[in-house]
């Protein structure tokens, strides 16, 4: 595609359907690839599927979402984003109730960056978010965004940073459900801190079964630290990390307005400590039930 060439879906029951993710390739030049609404069209029921979407000629952004509802995104594969300042698909203001399907996210910056207010009732389900800088990135100001569940075995694998980074925003009801997880050394799962002076909220984030392998680092990191307005509230249940190598702990929250409770199937090969909760370390063996003050 040439530098000013784009695909736009700007009405509703639009969709854009390629021959099939390895038959049908889109490589974009320009900023963006496909837009799906912009700040003056609301469009639903739209659809993308069965294609193919590559950085590999520079361009900035794969897909670009506002005003964009009650869509579908089905076997999509986007790769090789990797512009300073761009997320490979990019989720700006008032897009909710969206479906992702089968979507494959690999080797981008920032896989899937949510930039913008009301996100709200986001789902990828059997989703691939893996070898990018950071998966999931959610920055959205003081903006709120509601309801975005990782479920039926989503895939996070070495990203480099966080497979889901919060930097700011309110966020309520973050779900993982039964993913697969594996990291090399330094990597995470989840990363909540504040990135600048707006500050990060996130209200009940779970986690509950499927499996991580890890190198021994923290797979989750709880910082309510950056200012006094953070904070963060995490249920993690039947939480099971197979340590390969190391005997850090896997949970490590910090700050008096970090809340988590961990229960069940907590373990981690070496026997070592399970959580540093704000110093204090929480072994398996007192792992049934844990709330920092």
């Not at 090399?184 to 504040?194: H, K, M, P, T, V």
């Not at 984030?205 to 509230?233: C, H, K, M, N, Q």
Request: charged residues 20%.
């Amino acid at each position: 595609m040439s530098a000013n060439a784009r695909f736009e879906i700007v009405a509703s029951g639009v969709s854009l359907e390629g021959a099939g993710r390895n038959a049908t390739t889109l490589v974009p030049a320009g900023s963006v690839g496909l837009l799906i609404g912009n700040g003056d069209t609301v469009s639903r029921r739209w659809r993308v599927s069965g294609l193919s979407i590559s950085g590999s000629a520079g361009g900035g952004t794969a897909i670009r979402l506002e005003n964009a509802r009650e869509g579908r995104i089905d076997e999509v594969i986007v790769s090789s984003f990797r512009k300073q300042g761009s997320g490979a698909i990019e989720v700006q203001g008032n897009c909710w109730t969206v479906v992702a399907d089968d979507l494959t996210v690999v080797g981008n910056l920032v896989g899937v960056s949510f930039a913008g207010g009301n996100a709200n009732a986001w789902v990828f389900r059997t989703a691939n978010l893996s070898s990018n800088d950071v998966g999931v990135r959610i920055d959205i100001g003081r903006s709120s965004a509601h309801g975005v569940l990782f479920t039926d075995g989503t895939h996070f694998e070495e990203n480099v940073t966080a497979g889901i980074q919060v930097f700011s925003g309110d966020v309520h009801g973050l779900s993982i459900t039964d993913p697969y997880v594996e990291l090399r050394a330094g990597q995470r799962l989840i990363i909540a801190r504040r990135a600048a002076k707006v500050p990060v909220r996130l209200f009940s984030f779970t986690y509950s079964g499927g499996f991580v392998t890890t190198d021994g680092a923290p797979v989750i990191e709880l910082d309510s630290r950056g200012g006094p307005e953070d904070s963060i509230s995490a249920t993690l249940t039947s939480f099971n990390v197979f340590q390969r190598a190391g005997e850090g702990p896997v949970i490590l929250v910090s700050g008096a307005r970090a809340r988590v409770v961990v229960s069940g199937g907590v373990f981690s090969k070496s026997g070592g400590p399970v959580a540093e909760i704000d110093g204090a370390i929480l072994t398996k063996d007192g792992a049934s039930s844990k709330v920092l003050k």
